[in-house]
């Protein structure tokens, strides 16, 4: 069975500051892995999607990993902002049953403080 | 190009009663998943849609169920509601198969 892992829980940083978010996954038989954030209260907003053939992906400030030999994913953010400040989660999208699903880690909290 | 729409956006009901949530994916999308997201259990997959035929199901019990349509619009219905219940209900859209899948901004259920 295949389970999602994001650590830490919740960061908080002081404004302009890299930072790096963790997502292990423990079944490589993944098609792709994929970050979003989320607003409280809100939907998911895709922020990268990589292929399990893929080893990185960039996007403006962002640069997401994928190890899948070791099961983990990283996702890098430059120069943080206020704006930043959200809930990340990872998704590794996984065979089942002839068809596919997400399976999602709990999410890391970011604050980034002004 | 149009997101996903998911409508209502919130929506509260009594125990024992029955609800329909629906999902417009983006045009040209013919895959459709529902996720239920608490904050105990995160973000849980119900159910996979693709040219109206479900090919995926969670782990949930048989009062949930959904459908979709020819034009890849869903909906999905939750009977005999439970206040375990409550919890935002997200859609996600998937042009196939191993595709990024762009979400809704979901349904806020609460069960009272």
């Known amino acids: 069975k295949q389970e999602v892992t994001q650590i830490p829980a919740a960061l908080s940083v002081p404004e302009g500051e890299n930072l790096v978010l963790n997502c292990s996954f423990t079944?490589?038989?993944?098609?792709?892995l994929q970050w979003f954030r989320q607003d409280p209260g809100k939907g998911l907003t895709s922020l990268l999607l990589?292929?399990?053939?893929?080893r990185e992906q960039t996007s403006g400030r962002l640069n997401a990993s994928l190890d899948k030999s070791s099961g983990r994913s990283t996702l890098y953010i430059a120069a943080s902002q206020p704006g930043d400040s959200a809930t990340y989660l990872c998704?590794?999208?996984?065979?089942?049953?002839?068809?596919?699903?997400?399976?999602f880690g709990k999410g890391t909290k970011l604050t980034v403080n002004p | 190009k149009a997101g996903v729409t998911q409508t209502p956006r919130y929506l509260i009901k009594t125990r024992g009663q029955q609800v329909t949530l629906s999902c417009s994916p983006i045009?040209?999308?013919?895959?459709v998943s529902w996720y239920q997201q608490t904050p105990g259990q995160g973000l849980q997959f119900l159910f996979e849609?693709?040219?109206?035929?479900?090919?995926n199901k969670g782990n949930f019990p048989g009062r949930f169920s959904g459908r979709q349509f020819s034009n890849s619009r869903s909906e999905m219905n939750v009977s005999t509601l439970e206040l375990g219940d409550s919890a935002l209900y997200l859609c996600?859209?998937?042009?196939?198969?191993?595709?990024?899948?762009?979400f809704g901004q979901g349904t806020r259920l609460t069960v009272v």
């Open positions: 996600a859209s998937s042009p196939g198969i191993g595709t990024e899948a762009f």
């Open positions: 079944d490589s038989a993944i098609y792709n």
């Open positions: 990589i292929q399990s053939s893929q």
């Open positions: 998704a590794a999208r996984i065979p089942q049953g002839g068809s596919e699903k997400l399976v």
């Open positions: 045009s040209g999308h013919r895959s």
């Open positions: 849609y693709f040219s109206e035929t479900q090919r």
